[in-house]
């Protein structure tokens, strides 16, 4: 394992495609890089209407169970993956957690679903990729059934709730026009992890859309920089047995 292994975790209606930016430059630096895919995120919209917040959450498991035997592993959440990555994070020995626009707190759901397809549009110019999977994130967001909301809650309230046994390094960013989730979610994150070491960064000039937003190489940087700093910093008094 190069400089250790970060595990990606991506946001509610998305996909892998939302981090492959940050992917990207993190693998460029010499980090193994792993975005598993949510249950339900890349079917059909039967296949979300089915899926369950504790599939979500054992869905990344695996991969930070085998990791952490092997080497530092890193958890880098976006939006609701910043929620699970907290979940994590309490149950697990890993060298640090970043959160990018944790969805603390969030407009309604007719909101949610308006405002996520609005933010996507104004990213478009990111290039043609970027455009195409952008597209195609309006129409998923738009087929969300409601039923899928209700889990997105429940991961919600799980995330909050582990934050108080977070005591690994954190790193927080947050866009200050974000559309999509309320940015003092951002500050509530930083108020309420156990860890003494922690940073919370806020981005000018962007939305939620953070890895194609105006400032993404400004992001890329940060997470390089906070990882270089955190090497491996596990716990030897994480008492594993207890977190689970």
Known sequence: MAKGLCVLIHGFTGTPEELAPLADALYAEGYDVEIPVLPGHCGSKADLESATASQWLHSVEPVIEAGVV???VHLVGFSMGAMIAAVMAAKY???SVTMLAPA????GTKQLFRQIAGVI?????RGALAS???KERIERVSQTPLRSVKQFRRIIQLGKAALSEIQQPVCIVQGVHDEVVEPRGATFVYHNVLSPD???HWLNQSGHMLCYGPEYETLNQLLVDFLGRHPDTRNPLFNHAQAE
């Open 70 to 72: 092997e080497g530092p």
């Open 198 to 200: 922690k940073e919370l």
């Open 132 to 134: 195409n999977y952008l």
């Open 121 to 125: 549009k104004e990213s478009w110019d």
């Open 93 to 95: 020995p890993v060298a």
């Open 104 to 107: 603390v707190f969030y407009v």
